[in-house]
């Protein structure tokens, strides 16, 4: 059965996408930490990242530096945090998440209300900056 990320990725789900190659997706999360706040996914549905083979969690970790480095170029932060997390989606994702203190990386914090366009807006900013 396809996970949401899975109809996430073959488009039957909208999202706001940040950037993809044949291997990995990356959109913003819907419930952010913070504004930015993106997840990155291996487009082969496994449920769990240390199921991955070698490889793939390798070439994934390199397309996160990636995304994240577009991030940091639009979102003022001293670093981009990174989770696994998994309890939720029972397939593979890594959160990016700006963050200015080992606080902001607390998944019991309160999420970030952002508008419709306010999400097109860092999504599109995210997106053009982004260097595969
Ligand atoms: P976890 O599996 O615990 O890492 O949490 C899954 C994450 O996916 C949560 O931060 C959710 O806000 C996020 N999420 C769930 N559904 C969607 C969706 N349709 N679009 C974007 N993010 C989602």
Redesign the pocket.
């Known amino acids: 059965m396809d996970t949401?990320?899975t109809?996430?990725i073959k488009g039957e789900?909208?999202?706001?996408k940040i950037a993809e190659n044949d291997k990995f997706f990356a959109?913003?999360?819907?419930?952010?930490?913070a504004k930015g706040?993106t997840?990155v996914v291996p487009k082969l549905q496994v449920d769990y990242i240390f199921k991955l083979e070698d490889e793939m969690l390798a070439e994934m970790m390199v397309f996160a530096k990636r995304i994240a480095a577009a991030i940091e170029a639009n979102v003022p932060c001293e670093r981009i945090g990174i989770?696994?997390?998994?309890?939720?989606?029972?397939?593979t994702?890594i959160?990016l998440v700006p963050i200015n203190k080992v606080g902001d990386l607390n998944?019991a914090n309160p999420?970030c209300k952002l508008s419709e366009e306010e999400f097109k807006e860092i999504a599109a900013k995210i997106a053009q900056s982004v260097k595969l």
């Open positions: 949401i990320f109809k996430i789900i909208p999202c706001y959109f913003l999360d819907i419930n952010p930490l706040h997840l989770a696994v997390i998994g309890l939720e989606v029972p397939h994702h959160h998944f999420k």
